[in-house]
């Protein structure tokens, strides 16, 4: 029962470069989300999907692209890297239920740098 | 998503309760209240939720007030490991779009000390 793993665990990048952030969870959840976390500050939604081939935007969209292929993965893409997207980075997952919801299930998180 | 209102701090002395207080004063008739707690740098985990009654798991309990618009978790045995920062948030309990996100303010960061 791995769960949601994020790979890389950390990362260093250049500015400008392009690099994939990978999510992968084997809960058989429909929803999965990405968000970033600034030091001190709680986390912020980027993108989201509520089922294979469904994709939508959060509150800070804008540097990042997501594809969701299969139920199980859900990549978050920089395409041109900036330090303002040096961050720590968590993926989770939740059961996509009508009515009671029981709880999102988040990865160890990615910490990257820009420099 | 109605807003949340936590202290920014609190202490407790290891083996007592730890309650935390929300204020969601706008919460809506369809949104429930979430807790989760963040320890150290590690993903965020999920503690409990409820709608209008009182819950209880093996983690914590959950006391919404009568009219909604606060809760407080307890912690009825706080232990150093529980040091963490916690978040209240409230959203609708179906997915629908944007609706079903969890969107996290700054918490209280809990500090059980022996």
């Known amino acids: 029962n791995a769960g949601v793993t994020q790979t890389p665990k950390f990362q260093v990048l250049k500015t400008g470069q392009s690099m994939t952030l990978q999510c992968a969870q084997d809960?058989?959840?429909?929803?999965m989300s990405w968000y970033r976390q600034d030091p001190g500050m709680g986390l912020r939604l980027i993108h989201y999907s509520v089922g294979a081939g469904i994709t939508d935007q959060g509150e800070v969209p804008n540097g990042y692209n997501v594809s969701r292929s299969t139920t199980e993965d859900f990549p978050l893409r920089l395409l041109s890297a900036a330090p303002s997207q040096t961050s720590v980075y968590f993926c989770?997952?939740?059961?996509?239920?009508?009515?009671?919801?029981?709880?999102?299930?988040f990865g160890s998180g990615t910490r990257l740098t820009v420099v | 998503d109605a807003k949340t209102t936590q202290p920014t701090s609190m202490d407790c002395a290891e083996g007592r309760a730890a309650n935390l207080p929300c204020n969601h004063s706008?919460?809506?008739?369809?949104?429930?209240v979430y807790w989760y707690r963040q320890i150290h740098s590690q993903g965020p985990q999920y503690i409990i939720h409820g709608l209008k009654n009182n819950e209880t798991n093996e983690m914590a309990s959950l006391i919404i007030t009568e009219d909604r618009k606060s809760s407080t978790l307890i912690l009825p045995h706080a232990t150093l490991r529980d040091t963490a920062v916690y978040y209240c948030?409230?959203?609708?309990?179906?997915?629908?779009?944007?609706?079903?996100?969890?969107?996290f303010g700054k918490g209280t960061k809990l500090s059980v000390k022996p």
């Open positions: 706008t919460i809506s008739g369809n949104e429930y």
């Open positions: 948030i409230v959203r609708v309990g179906n997915y629908g779009g944007s609706q079903g996100n969890l969107i």
């Open positions: 809960m058989n959840h429909e929803y």
């Open positions: 989770a997952s939740s059961q996509n239920l009508q009515g009671e919801y029981y709880g999102y299930t």
